[in-house]
């Protein structure tokens, strides 16, 4: 499976599980009453400057999929799982880091768990993941944007290419 494939099949189970977890608590999912409205272009930029400051706490340089920092941008997507055209809607930007060794990638975790608080996020999961593999897992909130971070650190014992996936993402708006 390619770094690529990996972020994209990863999309549902992720979302379901932040949204799930305690994140809900502190920035909100799905939909309600209580959806703010913002303006789709100002989220955008707020995600993709977020996911690109994940990435430089990180303090590694490694290759990173597509639609990743600092080209890539965010996607627009239903906070309303299959409802594509729900008015609720979430800026997502999915992307891994990989081509170094597992090394210099718990390096990447040390450094990201570290520097997230000193950058207005609040850490509330560092550990390890659900899986068979017990990836490492960073789960955080930024207090002020409420936007969310899904950091997974799969080291590769299934053969696979060790990497670490992104998920940077939005709180739910109503586009404005």
Same mark, same amino acid.
């Given at each position: 499976m390619t770094p690529t494939a990996i972020v994209n099949g990863a999309r549902r189970g992720w979302r379901v599980v932040?949204?799930? *977890? =305690?994140?809900?608590?502190?920035? $909100? /999912?799905g939909g309600g009453g209580g959806t703010p409205a913002r303006d789709a272009g100002d989220v955008? *930029?707020?995600?993709?400057?977020? *996911? $690109?400051?994940?990435?430089? #706490?990180?303090?590694?340089?490694g290759k990173t999929t597509?639609?990743?920092?600092?080209? $890539? %941008?965010?996607?627009?997507? %239903? /906070?309303?799982?299959g409802k594509d055209d729900s008015p609720n809607r979430e800026m997502l930007q999915m992307w891994s880091l990989y081509g170094v060794d597992n090394a210099t990638l718990g390096k990447a975790m040390?450094? &990201?768990a570290a520097n997230l608080p000193?950058?207005?996020?609040?850490?509330?999961?560092? $550990?390890?993941? %659900? %899986? #068979?593999?017990?990836?490492?897992? !960073?789960l955080a909130v930024h207090t002020a944007t409420k936007a969310q971070l899904d950091a997974t650190w799969r080291k590769g014992l299934d053969n696979?290419?060790? &990497? !670490?996936? @992104?998920? =940077?993402?939005?709180? /739910? @708006?109503?586009a404005s």
């Open positions: 932040a949204c799930a *977890s =305690v994140l809900v608590l502190a920035a $909100g /999912c955008r *930029s707020e995600v993709a400057a977020q *996911s $690109g400051a994940v990435a430089d #706490m990180t303090h590694v340089t597509e639609g990743g920092p600092p080209d $890539g %941008s965010p996607t627009d997507t %239903s /906070c309303d799982d040390t450094n &990201l000193k950058q207005g996020w609040k850490v509330v999961k560092n $550990g390890p993941d %659900s %899986s #068979m593999n017990k990836n490492q897992e !960073i696979h290419e060790p &990497l !670490i996936t @992104f998920n =940077v993402y939005s709180q /739910c @708006f109503r």
